[in-house]
T-cell receptor, first 111, second 112 residues
Framework: SQQGEEDPQALSIQEGENATMNCSYK?????LQWYRQNSGRGLVHLIL?????REKHSGRLRVTLDTSKKSSSLLITASRAADTASYFC???????????FGKGTMLLVSP | DVKVTQSSRYLVKRTGEKVFLECVQD?????MFWYRQDPGLGLRLIYF???????EKGDIPEGYSVSREKKERFSLILESASTNQTSMYLC???????????FGEGSWLTVV
């Protein structure tokens, strides 16, 4: 089944730095979504970008989508220790679709 | 606020036991999902339901069944629990295709 693949698997940065995570997928999509998961908790929705959109912002988050390359990126600006979490991309295609998740990027932001 | 509630946060069951994981959503959502999450494997879809009494197999349905008798409730059933079903189980719901999925807090199941 189609799956988003995040890159890198793990990322370690200092507070104040920017964090960039990438996601690649294989087939056409209706939208792509990014989620965050704190350790041992459920996933929380961050942002949804539709296939006809190229960029979207939400607070310190910036998401881009390149459908020609079948890729997306999530940028977190001015990272904080509280941003430490796993981040997942999920692709959504048509019909009785479900979201198909990648394996996630584990982000560690050190104070 | 959107709410997906999983009834049990932590469970320990014995091999061969029948296990019920319950999930309730308060948003009148049409679609509900059960995923399991394992280290290195990400989230894998077990079953989903796009309406009451409707269900579809996901990627890993073997050893599981589901029930959706009411719109707000989606149950995952392990008919005979096995140790390889030790995992974190995540329930989710959404209004329909193309919309945001909302997750519960997860249920940690250990089968001994």
């Amino acid at each position: 089944s189609q799956q988003g693949e995040e890159d890198p698997q793990a990322l370690s940065i200092q507070e104040g730095e920017n964090a960039t995570m990438n996601c690649s997928y294989k087939t056409s999509i209706n939208n792509l979504q990014w989620y965050r998961q704190n350790s041992g908790r459920g996933l929380v929705h961050l942002i949804l970008i539709r296939s006809n959109e190229r960029e979207k912002h939400s607070g310190r988050l910036r998401v881009t989508l390149d459908t020609s390359k079948k890729s997306s990126s999530l940028l977190i600006t001015a990272s904080r220790a509280a941003d430490t979490a796993s981040y997942f991309c999920a692709t959504d295609n048509s019909g009785y679709s479900t979201l198909t998740f990648g394996k996630g990027t584990m982000l560690l932001v050190s104070p | 606020d959107v709410k997906v509630t999983q009834s049990s946060r932590y469970l320990v069951k014995r091999t061969g036991e029948k296990v019920f994981l319950e999930c309730v959503q308060d948003m009148d959502h049409e679609n509900m999902f059960w995923y399991r999450q394992d280290p290195g494997l990400g989230l894998r879809l077990i079953y989903f339901s796009y309406d009451v009494k409707m269900k579809e197999k996901g990627d890993i349905p073997e050893g599981y069944s589901v029930s959706r008798e009411k719109k707000e409730r989606f149950s995952l059933i392990l008919e005979s629990a096995s140790t390889n079903q030790t995992s974190m189980y995540l329930c989710a719901s959404r209004q329909g295709a193309g919309n945001t999925i909302y997750f519960g807090e997860g249920s940690w199941l250990t089968v001994v």
